[in-house]
């Protein structure tokens, strides 16, 4: 059969006059080209029409970072709910935090958001105050059963912009099985101090083989300088979006990394850089190589499935030694936002409002983006927990009088701030900078 | 357009230019430039449109979330005190002037071992392209991490010697010499361009030279390198380039942020953050055309100063 059947008056048409067909023809060819020209140019505008197909069923696209532990929780969630609405289908896209975040720029500024998003702190007020999310509370969303502080988190100047979808605190895991192989008894969470963490860290590397330390490296993220900040009086930001700290606050955060890194009490220069790089089931934590790792409570079930054993959760040391003084505070682990510019906003907040309020989304989703910020749900969903995701709720619950004040939102901007404590982190271990001088040099853009 | 229409159109050209040839002509112009359409439309819509889309947006304080809002040439002169951009500057050159003449040199001791009619040439020629392939893909950055990994290959290899060798990907001291190297291994392309050019070179003029009695060394240094001066000009011209617009192994090797310290942090990298990491898209576009002038002026450079070294037989 030949590739490019011919039409079967072609033949006769190349036996009239050349001239009149190779007008014809060019003609023809001209109209071709520009039906093509056309078609390219439209599909480069993106979006297009709305995608409603002639049957009235929608289709939504929600996105989200995570590993395979979420991206399973999550899609049945999906399921769950399209079962519910037969008219609506979710469309998943999911990927690593690292390249999450380039991915949304891009398709946002491309008129290409996806419908549901997955948000964080950092970026919330990023997106919200330029107009890229919906106003949530336009919406039929019910937000009664929220706790108010978590509702809260996701409110802004141009309203309700994100909802909850769990509450966290940041923590410090530890792997019993690697105190133990050092003969290091686990810390008494409610008394220590960061003394206490860096002599037991640099007791276990010294009891532990070659390539095991005692604790990971903090200072790859903002959140133990927010813990160590508020233990110190301080806080990252100021309610007015400015930096609430000081150079020497700061200075003396990574001057105490220094002295760990010295002790041995964590992992050298080469390896704490290499191990930002690592996803979180391969990092130091659920390989057995550390003997406590600063991590997000939500985090916890994630790692202990990954490492394979048993974890527990404990407090961030203080520098009174009492847990009264830990500052910690609950945080929203992640928000539900929309796109502004979505065509289904009635759609996007039926699914909103389903993971937020419906028993069957909280049964899916578990404990793992944070204890659910919905207190029926998450009385509803208790049975059905993990031992691991039991094990956040009851760490959640036991700090709940110990939390200090809740800190000011991030800044726009503040989405630049994790790889700016990275850099100057790695200066600081391998000695390119003397400790006093990173805070000097301001760290926000 | 056949080859009998190509004919005709050069007889066509002799005599006058009737009316009626005038209308063929501008009818085979039609046709050419519907056959060129569809390149045409990529051309306009994928490189031209952008690049003056991107020129516009220079002048801009561009967001990507909101229109954009003309700023005049503040990104340019925002460039003279951001320490940042210098740095990236200073590693692009560093990787530039160090992993160009390097990965040339290797190509071309290659390439003249390869030329002494080995057996199974075609066999080694293949095997020593491969890396080219392959070297700027993601998959061999990623490979590139484990091998220059604190418990990488390199190292293991050297305990073996007992020699504790350092994280070459995560110290700065060490991490952009690694990515020169990765540069340097995939010298197959430039290899295979000189392979190609020795072969150019008539056997004659090594023949007169070898009865003159010549060495292999005085050989080289009169015949072959002024035989091969083009192509080596050529090779130069392609690898400088590309070299400086080089973003994948940077972005893998380094997890995306330029590190550990900044090491790292090529000029195309840096573009990126900017852009997409810090929603700069403004000052990103504006530093996509100073990396476009710095590899227009080391272009012309190459081109004025070939005059004094390049050989051409002709």
Not at chain 1, 33 to 57: E, K, R
Not at chain 1, 163 to 190: C, E, H, K, R, S
Not at chain 1, 403 to 408: F, H, I, K, S
């Given at each position: 059969?030949?590739?490019?059947?011919?039409?079967?008056?072609?033949?006769?048409?190349?036996?009239?006059?050349?001239?009149?067909?190779?007008r014809?023809?060019?003609?023809?060819?001209?109209?071709?080209?520009?039906?093509?020209?056309?078609?390219m140019?439209?599909?480069?505008?993106?979006?297009?029409?709305?995608?409603q197909?002639?049957?009235?069923?929608?289709?939504?696209?929600?996105?989200?970072?995570?590993?395979?532990k979420?991206?399973?929780?999550?899609?049945?969630?999906?399921?769950?709910?399209?079962?519910e609405?037969?008219?609506?289908?979710?469309?998943?896209?999911?990927?690593?935090?690292?390249?999450?975040?380039?991915?949304?720029?891009?398709?946002?500024?491309a008129?290409?958001?996806?419908?549901?998003?997955?948000?964080?702190?950092?970026?919330?007020?990023?997106?919200?105050?330029?107009?890229?999310l919906l106003?949530?509370?336009?919406?039929?969303?019910?937000?009664?059963?929220?706790?108010?502080?978590a509702?809260?988190?996701g409110?802004?100047?141009?309203?309700?912009?994100?909802?909850?979808?769990?509450?966290?605190?940041?923590?410090?895991?530890?792997?019993?099985?690697?105190?133990?192989?050092?003969?290091?008894?686990?810390?008494?969470d409610?008394?220590?101090?960061w003394?206490?963490?860096?002599?037991?860290?640099?007791?276990?590397?010294a009891?532990?083989?070659k390539?095991?330390?005692g604790?990971?490296?903090?200072?790859t993220?903002?959140?133990s300088?927010?813990?160590w900040?508020?233990?110190n009086?301080?806080?990252?930001?100021?309610?007015?979006?400015?930096?609430?700290?000081?150079?020497?606050?700061?200075?003396?955060?990574?001057?105490?990394?220094?002295?760990?890194?010295?002790?041995?009490?964590?992992?050298?220069?080469?390896?704490?850089?290499?191990?930002e790089?690592?996803?979180l089931?391969?990092?130091?934590?659920?390989?057995?190589k550390?003997?406590?790792?600063?991590?997000?409570?939500?985090?916890?079930p994630?790692?202990?499935?990954?490492?394979?054993?048993?974890?527990?959760i404990l407090?961030?040391?203080?520098?009174?030694?009492?847990?009264?003084?830990?500052?910690?505070?609950?945080?929203a682990?992640?928000?539900w936002?929309?796109?502004?510019?979505?065509?289904?906003?009635?759609?996007?907040?039926?699914?909103i409002?389903?993971?937020?309020?419906?028993v069957?989304?909280?049964?899916a989703?578990?404990?793992?983006?944070?204890?659910?910020?919905?207190?029926?749900?998450?009385?509803?969903?208790?049975?059905?927990?993990?031992?691991?995701?039991?094990?956040?709720?009851?760490?959640?619950?036991?700090?709940?009088?110990?939390?200090?004040?809740?800190?000011?939102?991030?800044?726009?901007?503040a989405?630049?701030?994790?790889?700016i404590?990275?850099?100057?982190?790695?200066?600081?271990?391998?000695?390119?900078?003397?400790?006093?001088?990173?805070?000097?040099?301001?760290?926000?853009? | 357009?056949?080859?009998?229409?190509?004919?005709?159109?050069i007889t066509?050209r002799?005599?006058?230019?009737?009316?009626?040839?005038?209308?063929?002509?501008?009818?085979?112009?039609?046709?050419a430039?519907?056959?060129l359409?569809?390149?045409?439309?990529?051309?306009?819509?994928?490189t031209?449109?952008?690049?003056?889309?991107?020129?516009?947006?220079?002048f801009?304080?561009?967001?990507?979330l909101?229109?954009?809002?003309?700023?005049?040439l503040?990104?340019?002169?925002?460039?003279?005190?951001?320490?940042?951009?210098?740095?990236?500057l200073?590693?692009?050159?560093?990787?530039?002037?160090?992993?160009?003449?390097?990965q040339?040199g290797?190509?071309?001791?290659?390439a003249?071992?390869?030329?002494?009619?080995?057996?199974?040439?075609?066999?080694?020629?293949?095997?020593f392209?491969l890396?080219?392939?392959?070297?700027?893909?993601?998959?061999?950055a990623?490979l590139?991490?484990?091998i220059?990994?604190?418990?990488?290959?390199?190292?293991?290899?050297?305990?073996?010697?007992?020699?504790?060798?350092?994280?070459?990907?995560?110290?700065?001291?060490?991490?952009?010499?690694?990515?020169?190297?990765?540069?340097?291994?995939?010298?197959?392309?430039?290899?295979?361009?000189?392979?190609?050019?020795l072969?150019?070179?008539?056997?004659m003029?090594?023949?007169a030279?070898?009865?003159?009695?010549?060495t292999?060394l005085?050989q080289?240094?009169?015949?072959?390198?002024?035989?091969?001066?083009?192509i080596i000009?050529f090779n130069?011209?392609?690898?400088?380039?590309?070299?400086?617009?080089?973003?994948?192994q940077?972005?893998?090797?380094?997890?995306?942020?330029?590190?550990?310290?900044?090491?790292?942090?090529?000029?195309?990298?840096?573009?990126?953050?900017?852009g997409?990491?810090?929603?700069?898209?403004?000052?990103?576009?504006?530093?996509?055309?100073v990396?476009?002038l710095?590899?227009?002026?080391?272009?012309?450079?190459?081109?004025?100063?070939?005059?004094?070294?390049?050989?051409?037989?002709d």
């Amino acid at each position: 059969m030949p590739l490019f059947p011919r039409p079967a008056n072609a033949a006769k048409k190349h036996a009239e006059a050349p001239n009149a067909g190779a007008r014809r023809r060019s003609r023809k060819a001209g109209a071709v080209a520009a039906a093509i020209a056309a078609v390219m140019a439209l599909s480069a505008c993106g979006g297009g029409a709305a995608p409603q197909n002639a049957d009235g069923t929608v289709e939504l696209r929600f996105s989200w970072w995570g590993g395979d532990k979420r991206a399973q929780l999550t899609q049945e969630a999906i399921k769950q709910f399209e079962a519910e609405n037969p008219k609506i289908k979710i469309k998943p896209e999911f990927g690593d935090w690292s390249g999450y975040w380039d991915k949304l720029a891009t398709q946002v500024a491309a008129n290409d958001a996806p419908d549901i998003i997955q948000m964080d702190e950092k970026y919330i007020t990023e997106y919200s105050s330029r107009g890229a999310l919906l106003d949530l509370s336009k919406y039929d969303i019910d937000t009664s059963k929220l706790d108010e502080a978590a509702l809260n988190a996701g409110k802004g100047a141009k309203g309700l912009t994100g909802i909850a979808a769990g509450i966290n605190a940041a923590t410090i895991l530890a792997n019993p099985a690697v105190f133990q192989a050092a003969g290091v008894p686990l810390p008494d969470d409610t008394k220590w101090t960061w003394d206490d963490f860096g002599r037991i860290a640099a007791e276990i590397t010294a009891k532990s083989p070659k390539g095991t330390y005692g604790a990971a490296a903090y200072g790859t993220d903002e959140a133990s300088l927010g813990v160590w900040l508020r233990q110190n009086g301080k806080s990252l930001y100021t309610s007015d979006g400015k930096l609430g700290f000081e150079p020497s606050d700061i200075s003396e955060w990574w001057a105490f990394l220094k002295e760990l890194s010295q002790k041995k009490a964590v992992p050298s220069a080469s390896e704490v850089v290499e191990a930002e790089a690592a996803p979180l089931d391969q990092s130091g934590l659920a390989t057995g190589k550390n003997g406590m790792a600063f991590w997000w409570s939500n985090q916890a079930p994630a790692l202990e499935k990954a490492s394979g054993g048993d974890l527990k959760i404990l407090r961030f040391p203080t520098k009174t030694g009492s847990a009264a003084d830990s500052e910690l505070w609950y945080k929203a682990s992640q928000f539900w936002s929309a796109s502004s510019r979505t065509k289904h906003p009635q759609e996007t907040a039926k699914f909103i409002n389903f993971l937020t309020n419906n028993v069957k989304a909280g049964e899916a989703l578990l404990a793992d983006r944070g204890v659910y910020p919905n207190s029926d749900v998450r009385a509803a969903i208790q049975p059905k927990l993990t031992p691991a995701d039991v094990k956040v709720v009851k760490f959640i619950d036991q700090i709940k009088d110990e939390l200090g004040e809740a800190p000011a939102p991030p800044p726009k901007g503040a989405g630049a701030i994790q790889e700016i404590i990275k850099r100057y982190t790695s200066e600081v271990l391998f000695e390119r900078l003397s400790r006093g001088m990173p805070a000097r040099r301001r760290p926000m853009r | 357009m056949s080859a009998i229409s190509e004919l005709s159109s050069i007889t066509r050209r002799k005599g006058k230019v009737t009316p009626e040839e005038k209308k063929a002509n501008r009818r085979d112009n039609k046709a050419a430039y519907i056959f060129l359409l569809p390149w045409l439309v990529g051309l306009v819509a994928i490189t031209i449109g952008p690049m003056l889309m991107s020129l516009y947006l220079s002048f801009t304080d561009y967001n990507l979330l909101q229109p954009p809002e003309w700023t005049g040439l503040h990104n340019f002169t925002r460039m003279l005190s951001d320490a940042r951009l210098h740095n990236s500057l200073r590693v692009t050159f560093t990787y530039v002037l160090i992993g160009v003449p390097l990965q040339l040199g290797v190509a071309l001791l290659i390439a003249l071992v390869l030329d002494k009619g080995l057996r199974g040439l075609p066999f080694y020629r293949s095997v020593f392209y491969l890396p080219s392939l392959l070297g700027g893909s993601v998959a061999v950055a990623i490979l590139w991490k484990q091998i220059f990994g604190t418990t990488g290959l390199v190292n293991q290899v050297l305990a073996m010697f007992g020699i504790q060798g350092p994280g070459w990907i995560s110290d700065p001291s060490t991490a952009l010499g690694s990515i020169i190297l990765l540069h340097v291994w995939t010298f197959g392309a430039p290899m295979i361009i000189f392979l190609a050019g020795l072969r150019q070179i008539p056997n004659m003029y090594y023949e007169a030279a070898k009865v003159d009695g010549a060495t292999t060394l005085q050989q080289f240094w009169r015949i072959t390198l002024p035989m091969l001066s083009p192509i080596i000009f050529f090779n130069l011209v392609l690898q400088i380039i590309g070299s400086f617009q080089s973003f994948t192994q940077a972005f893998i090797v380094s997890g995306g942020n330029g590190g550990p310290s900044d090491s790292t942090m090529f000029f195309t990298l840096y573009l990126y953050q900017k852009g997409f990491g810090q929603f700069d898209m403004g000052y990103a576009s504006a530093m996509a055309w100073v990396l476009l002038l710095i590899i227009g002026v080391f272009t012309a450079i190459n081109f004025i100063a070939s005059k004094y070294w390049v050989f051409y037989d002709d």
